[in-house]
């Protein structure tokens, strides 16, 4: 039930940006292709920057998790005779 509420929030969202992006290339007063060009740009070198780093930043929490688990919870709260 989330997941089709969440998928209906960004059809949404991306009809809405849709139809924004066509006004603005309408418009003759400066803002136009250069403009979203660049915003697309901006968008693509920040993922590719992001997304690296977002799995290192998954690999260090997954092993400070495992390190917790091992260390505190497995030898000290349950440890096994």
Not at 11 to 19: R, T
Request: proline share 2%.
């Amino acid at each position: 039930m989330k997941f089709e509420k969440f998928r209906q929030v960004v059809k949404n969202a991306a009809k809405d940006y849709c139809s924004t992006v066509k006004r603005m290339l309408a418009r003759k007063d400066g803002f136009g292709r250069d403009e979203i060009l660049g915003t697309a740009a901006v968008l693509i070198i920040a993922a590719f920057i992001t997304i690296p780093q977002l799995k290192t930043f998954a690999d260090t929490i997954i092993y400070a998790l495992n390190s917790w688990w091992t260390n505190t919870i497995s030898s000290r709260i349950f440890p096994t005779s």
